[in-house]
């Protein structure tokens, strides 16, 4: 599997970006709770996709050669900094300066490793990768492609 670029990471964390925005609208302690949730286990959903994962085409996988395959409990692991990020701006004031500071330092050192990992994929030992692309040849039975009956 091929390595997905931080811009396409950046895409799908974008389309996340405004769903928690869409679930912190929601009245009172409901709206932090779905919001925080969808954070920590957004990468545990959908085949180890996140909503925006999904829509842009990646996945996420163990890091290690063989590792085993990413639950719910590694989406948490991974996802705990952008939690603490996000919490961090509900604080009036101080939150507003120290929630954008966290979440920045996380795509920062994302941007400087190698291999484009965040603390979040270091310390769940996870990596984001694009997904194959499918054909339509492997779909569909070439007997309904063309309409024909065999």
Same mark, same amino acid.
């Given at each position: ?27 009172? =302690? $409901? #709206?932090? /709770? ?5 954070? *920590?286990i957004?990468? @545990?959903l959908?085949?180890?996709?996140s909503? &925006? ?43 507003? =300066? $120290? #929630?954008? /500071? ?5 795509? *920062?050192?994302?941007? @400087? ?5 965040r603390? &979040? ?22 007997s ?7």
């Amino acid at each position: 599997m091929q390595r997905a670029n931080l811009t396409t990471r950046a895409v799908a964390g974008f389309v996340d970006l405004l769903l928690i925005i869409g679930l912190a609208r929601l009245p009172d =302690v $409901l #709206g932090l /709770l779905s919001s925080t949730g969808y954070i *920590l286990i957004r990468d @545990g959903l959908f085949d180890c996709r996140s909503i &925006g994962k999904k829509l842009i085409g990646l996945r996420v996988e163990s890091s290690e050669d063989a590792g085993p395959a990413v639950t719910y409990r590694e989406s948490i692991i991974r996802n705990v900094p952008f939690a603490a990020a996000y919490l961090l701006f509900q604080i009036p004031y101080a939150g507003w =300066v $120290l #929630g954008p /500071l966290a979440g920045s330092v996380e795509c *920062l050192i994302a941007i @400087g490793d190698e291999r484009g990992m965040r603390v &979040g994929d270091l310390l769940a030992r996870t990596t984001v990768v694009q997904d194959a692309p499918v054909r339509q040849s492997d779909t569909i039975p070439p007997s309904t492609a063309t309409g024909q009956d065999a």
